[in-house]
């Protein structure tokens, strides 16, 4: 493994992930590790207004929590799976070339590494995928900015988790191991290269007046801890492996956080790339499969994410004030007359539900759950779909992150439309 960095350190906020990425990890044999340590979160279905009203609240016998860690922690969690002389710290990659025997990596320093396959895990600004497909289009901004901190350990706490939605701009919050709390806030911005000479202060000014904990939160986070990013994606390439190079993660199809299927992507690659490569006859021939394998699904879900800040992270007055109307039937909770939703508007009649379940197949259409009167049987009927919209940050709409499963007979088994060689979990 080839770290550009010198040594692996603290490094990163937090980030929380849904059924599918456990599942993943537990393929991968550090399920147990994984949970060890993250810290359930209750955010992907506590959705607040700035006065502190809810649109949607956590409802544990129906609701399922994520888990979130710090990335630091998850580095150290995966770091330890890896034999320590195979990591190489400070090796800088520049330049790839391959032929039908091998693939040659070039450092910065000037020296080569000859292997028989490369994974090209090197994010969003890849060198692999530029040395590969040098025409590949670059980085598309997303017009948003994120800034992500993390708390000093029991400063404030407990925090549950939660999202707080305004007009243009997001702010969310996830509990961490050490009773830490990571925290984000994103914004619609016209202009990417934005700076600010104190960025705490910024946020706390773009969320004054909002419902606690947010002022306490970033009271007790301090300024050096606060990072700030321009928010990019990247458009849906036309292949993750060509010949003995295989991409994977954000290197492959880099999406935006909204969905928080980002790293539960990456997960779900190095399963099927484990699963089609360990023992396989033909390295360009098994990377094939997993692209194919990988492709429709991790691309569908980039799309999606790209879609849902239009609505979640939308500018538009008309959309913040109807927002409570598209809150989901049996989320959206009436309490006291401070939580109440503005204008009067009640729930909706119904909402979207993914009809389809993770197995790399193509999703079913969207379908809506109707409650059944006395004396009626259930029925289903089909709705437009909502672009944007997802029923919790767990289940991605139009696709259920239930999760996969691996066995030793997962590579032998037919393969479906699609190529994939995994099936859903029960």
Request: include cysteine; proline fraction near 9%.
């Amino acid at each position: 493994m080839l770290e550009r960095a010198r040594e692996l350190g603290e490094v990163g906020a937090g980030w929380s992930f849904a059924p599918n990425a456990l599942r993943a990890a537990d393929a991968l044999g550090v399920g147990e590790q994984f949970r060890a340590c993250s810290v359930p979160t209750e955010a992907g279905a506590t959705m607040r207004l700035p006065d502190g009203a809810y649109l949607m609240r956590f409802q544990p016998e129906a609701d399922q929590v994520l888990l979130a860690n710090h990335r630091a922690d998850l580095q150290r969690v995966l770091a330890r799976h890896v034999p320590a002389e195979k990591i190489r710290t400070g090796c800088e990659v520049t330049g790839v070339r391959q032929d039908g025997a091998g693939v040659t990596v070039i450092r910065r320093d000037g020296g080569e590494m000859r292997a028989d396959l490369l994974v090209g895990a090197d994010g969003i600004h890849s060198t692999v995928r530029r040395g590969v497909w040098p025409d590949a289009p670059e980085p598309v901004f997303q017009r948003i900015l994120c800034w992500r901190g993390v708390t000093a350990p029991g400063a404030v706490w407990p925090v549950r988790g939660f999202q707080t939605w305004s007009r243009g701009a997001r702010f969310g919050a996830h509990p961490l191991v050490g009773e830490r709390v990571f925290w984000f806030l994103t914004v619609r911005q016209e202009q990417p290269g934005l700076r600010f000479d104190d960025d705490l202060g910024e946020v706390a000014a773009r969320t004054r007046g909002w419902h606690k904990p947010i002022p306490g939160l970033l009271a007790a986070t301090p300024p050096e801890a606060v990072l700030r990013h321009d928010i990019h994606d990247l458009d849906p390439l036309p292949s993750y492996a060509k010949g003995r190079i295989a991409l994977l993660g954000d290197a492959a199809h880099a999406m935006t956080p909204f969905l928080a299927q980002d790293a539960c992507q990456a997960l779900e690659d190095a399963v099927v790339l484990a699963a089609e490569a360990v023992g396989a006859d033909s390295v360009p021939q098994a990377l094939d499969r997993y692209d194919k394998a990988r492709r429709p699904r991790s691309q569908q879900v980039q799309r999606m994410a790209r879609t849902d800040p239009r609505l979640s992270l939308s500018t538009s007055g008309a959309t913040y004030r109807l927002m409570p109307a598209m809150t989901p039937p049996g989320l959206h909770r009436h309490g006291s007359p401070q939580e109440r939703p503005p204008l009067g508007l009640g729930p909706p009649v119904h909402a979207p539900r993914p009809g389809a379940v993770m197995g790399y197949r193509v999703p079913m259409v969207e379908r809506a759950r109707r409650r059944p009167r006395a004396g009626r049987p259930h029925r289903r009927r089909a709705v437009p779909k909502r672009p944007g919209f997802t029923r919790h940050i767990g289940t991605v709409s139009g696709v259920s992150t239930n999760g996969i499963t691996t066995s030793s007979t997962a590579r032998h088994s037919t393969p479906d439309e699609h190529g994939s060689r995994l099936r859903a979990a029960p």
